[in-house]
């Protein structure tokens, strides 16, 4: 029978020679993840045992260092948990970063293999082939105790990407440009694949994959390729069993995306489904606040490219310019470039590994009435701090330049890397060495 990716995917985790669009099937989970928020819920019930404790991670990333008493209760909490049950793949406050973005660089979101997590944001795991779907609190507890979960088995759109995007167009606004075209994905999987999957760095696929999320599909598939297994040997990650696609399979739809047509893409605030314009048409647009960071857009190539806009520039006195990297691997690579150094010299702050931010948590808070630009994942009202607050989604470029002109500004004008000149930003942040 001829299947999906997905279908490939939950046929070999519920150990089934095929499945079909409908059917719900009980899944073996491959790696469950517990980041700090179940933690530091009061309300939140802990398992009294686990199944396999070698499969869990538990990553605090939200609340980190610890900004509220209740998040330090979290955090201890944690710990204790942990050692209680033996789990091994534990990252402290220091030891990690962004949770998706731990799981990727340090090889344990793996191809053809499963993934749960309570975060909405787990489809970034789709970036190297691999099934992330968010799951409800109750069912993550369930998780845990039994390493079993189900799932109901999704039609899949799949897009071809041919060409290769201009410079100064991101993964970013590649995924926005898909929204404004082809709008919400719901109970639908995406496979993104393709001649132009070859154009496309880790980075940039990442950040399609995760905000995949805001086009609300349930799992979000990169066909494994060659880029896909340097970057996981870089990682320590050799043993595993991608899925493919048959060429006959099922799609509820099939889009040819032109990378080389794309353009910088902005998404309104509100939502992102339907919800996005062409950069060109808002310029000028006054901003408040620029923030670079989250699972989506805190990589090492988001601070390359916002320090490469900064240098020799300044952060409009009106504007506030925030960077948060997505993992204390990539901080410690983005200082020893110098990235750090010329975005602190341009006026702006760089913070620790942590979600902040992008979920109104700490580290960058909006008031009422501001606007932000944001290489974050959303912008929902109240999202980054107060209701009436207004949150613009772009590509860090945008938000880099945006806060040099304190307004939304064309990036394009700014970066000075042409093809084949870039800097090499594909090292793997797990090794230190190019993959």
Not at 317 to 329: D, E, M, N, W, Y
Not at 374 to 394: C, E, K, L, P, W
Request: net charge negative; aromatic share 6%.
């Amino acid at each position: 029978m001829a299947m999906t990716m997905a279908e490939q995917l939950l046929a070999r985790a519920s150990g089934r020679s095929a499945v079909n669009v409908g059917e719900i099937v009980v899944c073996d989970v491959d790696r469950i993840v517990h980041l700090d928020s179940p933690f530091t819920s009061n309300t939140e019930p802990l398992p009294i045992r686990v199944d396999h404790p070698e499969r869990i991670a538990i990553i605090l990333d939200h609340e980190v260092p610890a900004p509220t008493v209740n998040a330090a209760i979290g955090h201890r909490r944690a710990r204790t948990f942990v050692e209680t049950f033996g789990i091994s793949h534990f990252f402290d406050v220091g030891q990690g970063g962004i949770g998706h973005q731990v799981l990727l660089e340090n090889g344990l979101s793996l191809p053809g293999e499963l993934l749960a997590c309570s975060d909405s944001h787990t489809c970034a795991a789709g970036a190297v082939n691999c099934g992330g779907r968010g799951l409800g609190r109750l069912e993550m507890l369930k998780l845990l105790a039994t390493g079993k979960t189900w799932y109901i088995v999704y039609p899949s759109v799949r897009y071809e990407f041919s060409g290769a995007a201009a410079p100064g167009v991101f993964g970013k606004d590649i995924l926005l440009y898909i929204a404004d075209k082809y709008g919400s994905h719901a109970e639908q999987n995406i496979e993104y694949g393709g001649p132009g999957l070859a154009t496309l760095s880790m980075d940039d696929r990442a950040t399609i994959a995760t905000m995949s999320a805001e086009v609300n599909c349930e799992f979000a598939l990169f066909e494994h390729d060659q880029i896909t297994a340097d970057f996981l040997r870089g990682c320590g990650a050799t043993a595993y069993t991608p899925v493919t696609y048959d060429e006959n399979a099922t799609y509820a739809a099939i889009h040819e995306i032109d990378l080389d047509k794309v353009e910088p893409y902005v998404a309104l605030p509100g939502s992102v489904p339907n919800n996005t314009k062409p950069l060109t048409q808002l310029l000028g647009t006054k901003v408040d606040q620029a923030f670079i960071g989250s699972c989506a857009n805190g990589k090492l190539t988001d601070l390359r490219i916002a320090a490469e806009i900064l240098d020799g520039r300044h952060v409009d006195p009106a504007t506030r310019l925030v960077v948060t990297p997505a993992s204390q691997k990539i901080y410690l690579e983005a200082v020893k470039r110098g990235y750090v150094a010329k975005i602190v010299e341009a006026g702006g702050i760089v913070t620790n590994a942590t979600c902040g931010a992008c979920g109104g948590l700490h580290l960058g808070v909006l008031g009422p009435g501001e606007v932000c630009v944001t290489s974050s994942t959303r912008n929902f009202r109240g999202r980054m701090g107060h209701v009436d607050a207004q949150i613009y989604i772009a590509s860090s470029a945008t938000a880099a330049a945006s806060a040099v002109e304190g307004r939304l500004a064309d990036p394009r004008k700014y970066l000075r890397s042409l093809p084949g000149e870039t800097p090499d930003d594909s090292l793997s942040p797990a090794t230190g060495h190019q993959a």
